[in-house]
């Protein structure tokens, strides 16, 4: 299909897990980005995947009519239609997949697969300032951890990645033993502020290279819980909260200063939902000042799952001619 790049409109979904989006960009710039997070799994003390498929089903047709009234962009100005095609929960990429499919199809224009990894990176270049290739990227969610090298806009070479359970499920297993509800990254990072960082000594792994674990600072925060009982915990939760996200931040930035110093790379950036995390981002400003990194946070808003940064993904994959087809099927595992 030609395609032409002087006036690129791109409506973007994305529905990968707990978060229903659609965003709306011309030309490079974020005219909208709507988010519908869905708060029935909260009750479940975590994301249950057949819940949030339905959600997003009831959701998705909302949220894109007001991506078009806030954007004031109506259908037959787009040239594309973006979504997320992993990785993801299958039953909830398969909604975003099939309303992008149809809606591409119904309007004749082409079709644009975004890997969610991918665009938590490219959600760099939504606003200024945009870090300059190449670049160092730590993607903290609550499916993955990784360092990814980023060569250019669509190279990206993932050079270290967790062992075990991705950091932002450290918080959130921890909130939910700690008996702090869902999400628990929010509330341990609030709690955390008031507490002392070094009051209960929890292990930092010792992964090498640039693997990290964080199944063993959980179990120990299990073992913790069992050995001081349920008033203790509760009379110190806020010094718990600060230790145990102390332990994740240090595990965190010390492999980010390994990167930098192997790759000789000083521009340094953070995506995902952790990347909201205040003590992360305290300590990264002082490693920052301490290493001269360039340090690059995401306003807030595009750090958690949203389709800004799947828009902002697909105006780079379209000005390169890449799109899908509709044979095109979500991939619940989907690399870098
Ligand atoms: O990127 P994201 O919205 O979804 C995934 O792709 O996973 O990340 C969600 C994760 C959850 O584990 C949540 O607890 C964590 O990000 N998170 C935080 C904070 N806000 C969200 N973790 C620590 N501190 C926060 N302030
Ligand atoms: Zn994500």
Redesign the pocket.
């Known amino acids: 299909m030609p395609f032409n790049t002087e006036n690129i409109t791109i409506l973007a979904i994305e529905s990968?897990?707990d978060?229903t989006s659609a965003a709306v960009i011309k030309n490079g710039k974020m005219l909208t980005n709507i988010v519908a997070s869905q708060l029935i799994h909260e009750v479940h003390g975590g994301v249950v995947p057949e819940l949030a498929s339905r959600a997003h089903q009831k959701d998705i047709v909302r949220v894109v009519s007001e991506a078009f009234s806030e954007s004031g962009i109506n259908k037959a100005e787009l040239s594309a239609i973006a979504f997320t095609r992993g990785p993801g929960l299958l039953g909830s990429l398969l909604v975003g997949t099939s309303f992008a499919k149809s809606m591409a199809l119904g309007l004749n224009i082409p079709l644009i697969d975004v890997n969610?990894m991918q665009a938590?990176v490219l959600a760099h270049f939504i606003e200024a300032p945009r870090p300059k290739f190449p670049f160092l990227c730590q993607t903290v969610?609550?499916?993955h951890t990784q360092i990814v090298l980023v060569k250019s806009a669509l190279e990206m070479e993932v050079l270290g990645e967790t062992a075990d359970d991705a950091v932002?499920?450290a918080?959130?297993k921890a909130a939910k033993m700690l008996g702090l509800g869902y999400?628990?990254?929010?509330r341990?990072?609030a709690l955390a502020a008031e507490g002392n960082p070094e009051a209960f000594p929890f292990p930092i792994s010792e992964m090498p290279d640039l693997t990290f674990s964080f199944s063993g600072v959980k179990t120990s925060l299990l073992y913790f819980i069992q050995k001081h009982g349920e008033e203790f915990v509760n009379n110190n939760m806020a010094d718990i909260c600060a230790s145990y996200q102390h332990t994740l931040i240090l595990t965190l930035i010390r492999k980010l200063k390994k990167a930098s110093k192997l790759h000789k790379i000083n521009q340094i950036a953070i995506a995902?939902?952790?990347a909201?995390?205040?003590g992360l981002r305290k300590a990264l400003s002082e490693m920052a000042e301490k290493q001269r990194w360039e340090l690059f946070i995401p306003e807030f808003q595009y750090c958690?799952?949203n389709a800004g940064m799947i828009a902002m993904a697909a105006h780079f994959m379209f000005l390169e001619g890449k799109f899908a087809d509709q044979k095109v099927s979500p991939m619940p595992r989907f690399s870098i």
Not at 183 to 186: A, K, Q, R, T
């Open positions: 990968s897990c978060e969610h938590h969610s609550g499916g932002g499920e918080f959130d999400p628990g990254g929010p341990i990072d995902g939902g952790v909201a995390n205040k958690t799952d």
